[in-house]
């Protein structure tokens, strides 16, 4: 049963086939289990590849039978038409496109293969990446904030200076009037008189200036601080929003450029062997010497051909004396006088009902 399912795969005649050798046959087994095994690869690398896209195991696996059933398809249709004329010239022409698509089914089985295979690495590299973008992501974001930031940052320092320059100016009266008590500055007396009330009443005014300034400032800078920190609020807010597309950063696109960037070799390699395995078939029998499967095809070929040119010929044949008999017939039939007065007749009865119809046309004009 398995030999039978092969020679099925291999899209030859089963009924010239099961009539040739052993050996003949075992050949065929051959390329039929390289197209089948070769669509079978092409199932899990589609599924992989689906599964990385869509995140479902079902649905991958159902668009992958589906791929592999594509491929399985176009690799019996390849190998099924490839025919043994024994001309290597006409056989490389016919095969030529034939490889062509072979070289492309290859890349395209390989590619997600190669995904797996170096799966490790591709997310090694997809991390550096992701951390990449995420910095970059942070940098962007900030430049929306900063500068406001800045900004409230600055008019908080404006805020302090304000109260500090103040409080700088009630230390120095504080030491103004002081001096003055002890004789050491002013007027050099020592004692409160009029000038020291004069110094104290400066600085009790300007004292109080600065309460009122920092319960001011205080309130501005307790509004700023909070302004500052709803808008790091936000910058966390956006930052953690936008971090989830970040992290789903390793579709089928993402993976590919991200073998892209690893050593070329192993996937040259890894290539190479697809398209070793896809173009074996064709390959094969492509270098085989022309079997006797071959000459039995060519013979049950030869013989429709033959049978559908006789058919032709007969019928045209049969169409020329059909021709010819009719010709007879109606070059005879048109010699009779019988023939020609009936004729004759008709044709003037049609005419009489013509001007009749016309005449009625005319009347209903005028």
């Known amino acids: 049963m398995l030999k039978q399912f092969f020679i099925i795969c291999s899209g030859s005649d089963t009924d010239i086939l099961n009539d040739c050798s052993i050996g003949e046959q075992n050949k065929y087994v051959g390329i039929g289990a390289t197209v089948f095994f070769t669509a079978f690869m092409a199932f899990i690398a589609a599924s992989y590849a689906l599964y990385t896209v869509f995140d479902n195991l079902f649905a991958a696996i159902g668009f992958g039978l589906i791929w592999g059933l594509l491929i399985f398809n176009l690799d019996r249709y390849i190998v099924s038409t490839i025919k043994k004329t024994g001309n290597v010239i006409d056989e490389l022409i016919q095969a030529s496109p034939r490889i062509l698509l072979a070289v492309i089914i290859a890349i395209v089985i390989a590619k997600p293969l190669e995904l797996k295979i170096f799966e490790k690495e591709i997310n090694q590299v997809l991390l550096e990446q992701k951390n990449d973008l995420t910095l970059a992501n942070k940098d962007q974001i900030a430049q ?29 009266l504080y030491d103004t009037y ?4 002890e004789g050491r500055e002013g007027t050099m007396l020592l004692g409160k008189g009029s000038v020291y009330k004069e110094k104290r009443e ?11 300034l920092k319960t001011d400032n205080k309130e501005k800078i307790a509004a700023t601080e909070a302004q500052i920190a709803q808008l790091q609020n936000d910058y966390n807010t956006q930052v953690s929003t936008s971090q989830p597309i970040i992290d789903n950063f390793d579709g089928l696109m993402a993976r590919v450029n991200a073998l892209g960037k690893l ?9 190479l062997l697809f398209l070793a395995i896809e173009t074996s078939p064709i390959f094969a029998k492509l270098l085989s010497p022309r079997g006797e499967y071959d000459i039995k095809t060519q013979e049950s070929e030869s013989e429709l051909k033959t049978w559908a040119e006789q058919n032709s010929y007969q019928r045209n044949v049969l169409l020329n004396a059909d021709n010819i008999i009719n010709d007879r017939v109606y070059g005879d039939i048109s010699t009779e006088e019988e023939l020609f007065a009936y004729k004759k007749k008709m044709a003037r009865e049609l005419m009489k009902k013509q001007q009749d119809a016309f005449y009625k046309k005319q009347t209903r004009i005028l």
Not at 202 to 212: I, N, P, T
């Open 144 to 172: 929306q904030f900063t500068p406001k930031i800045e900004e409230l940052q600055n008019n908080i320092k404006s805020f302090q200076n304000d109260i500090d320059t103040k409080e700088t100016e009630v230390n120095n």
């Open 178 to 181: 002081i001096a003055e008590a």
């Open 202 to 212: 400066k600085h009790d005014a300007l004292l109080a200036e600065l309460q009122q």
């Open 263 to 271: 050593p070329w070799l192993p996937s040259f390699f890894i290539f």
